[in-house]
């Protein structure tokens, strides 16, 4: 059975892009181009294995908001996300020192920087499944 990925990102040209990547390693990807139509989808009872946001659409900080709304929902609270974002390059923020997440202000798994490696972007995905399918198990 294909894993499913819900892709949230407002670029088509990166989602069209990430999207190949992903079911060229076998995985079912949905995309949306925002956090409103990413729930549409999610309200028509989707349930990924994995969701992967960016920070800013439609410009604001739609995936924060996202991120912060899905997990207090029972039926998605445990479905790892990676955060996906070029914020640092396109605001010209050097990188940080530290992991951003935090299990309030910014409730996601992973947090990469765009441009990403595709062998990184299916680790980190590879590794966010295993631990989900661990912990259930």
Same mark, same amino acid.
């Given at each position: 059975m294909k894993r499913k990925i819900l892709f949230i990102d407002d670029?088509?040209? &990166?989602?069209?892009?990430?999207? @190949? +990547? $992903?079911?060229?390693?076998?995985?079912?990807?949905?995309?949306?181009?925002?956090?409103?139509?990413? &729930?549409?989808? $999610?309200?028509?009872?989707? @349930?990924?294995?994995?969701?992967?946001?960016?920070?800013?659409?439609?410009?604001?900080a739609d995936g924060i908001i996202f991120a912060r709304r899905i997990r207090k929902q029972d039926a998605y609270r445990d479905v790892p996300i990676l955060m996906l974002t070029g914020m640092r390059q396109a605001t010209g923020f050097g990188p940080m020192k530290a992991d951003p997440t935090d299990p309030v202000f910014l409730p996601?798994?992973?947090? @990469?920087?765009?441009?990403?490696?595709? =062998?990184?972007? @299916?680790?980190? +995905? =590879?590794?966010?499944?295993?631990?989900?399918?661990h912990q259930a198990g």
């Open positions: 670029d088509r040209d &990166f989602v069209a892009m990430v999207k @190949l +990547i $992903l079911e060229t390693k076998g995985f079912d990807v949905v995309t949306a181009g925002s956090g409103e139509e990413a &729930f549409k989808i $999610l309200d028509g009872k989707y @349930l990924p294995d994995a969701m992967i946001l960016d920070v800013m659409m439609a410009g604001r996601v798994d992973v947090f @990469l920087e765009k441009p990403v490696l595709p =062998e990184t972007l @299916l680790s980190k +995905i =590879e590794g966010m499944l295993a631990a989900k399918t």
